[in-house]
Nanobody, 125 residues
Framework: QVQLVESGGGLVQAGGSLRLSCAAS????????MGWFRQAPGKEREFVAG????????VYTESVKGRFTISRDNAQNTVYLEMNSLKPEDTAVYFC??????????????????WGRGTQVTVSS
């Protein structure tokens, strides 16, 4: 079993930055493909970014390209999401997710095996 705990959310003004962290336990992080999702009120949970097991490959949804950066430190069993130039439409609960069976970065919520409880990000205009 894998446990994921997110941290780093908060309230920030538009144009500001936040860095989210996801600490994994219960399994070596390098055996997991990791992703970040977000869910705004009244909306479906959507894929934001994903990173391969070795950290060499990353994938982003179009709306965050050039603003968000996903990275990982397998020695620390931690995945990060650096968010810059934040917009009010980035407001959501952000979830960390892990997939244990494939090295391919997946974009579908149903294909991830483990989830954190989420951290709130609020961007004011």
């Amino acid at each position: 079993q894998v446990q994921l705990v997110e941290s780093g959310g908060g309230l920030v003004q538009a144009g500001g930055s936040l860095r989210l962290s996801c600490a994994a336990s219960g399994r070596t992080a390098s055996s997991l493909t990791m992703g970040w999702f977000r869910q705004a009120p009244g909306k479906e949970r959507e894929f934001v970014a994903g990173i391969s097991r070795d950290g060499h490959t990353t994938v982003y949804t179009e709306s965050v390209k050039g603003r968000f950066t996903i990275s990982r430190d397998n020695a620390q069993n931690t995945v990060y999401l650096e968010m810059n130039s934040l917009k009010p439409e980035d407001t959501a609960v952000y979830f960390c997710a892990a997939e244990q069976y494939t090295s391919v970065i997946l974009r579908t919520r149903a294909e991830y095996d483990f989830w954190g409880r989420g951290t709130q990000v609020t961007v004011s205009s």
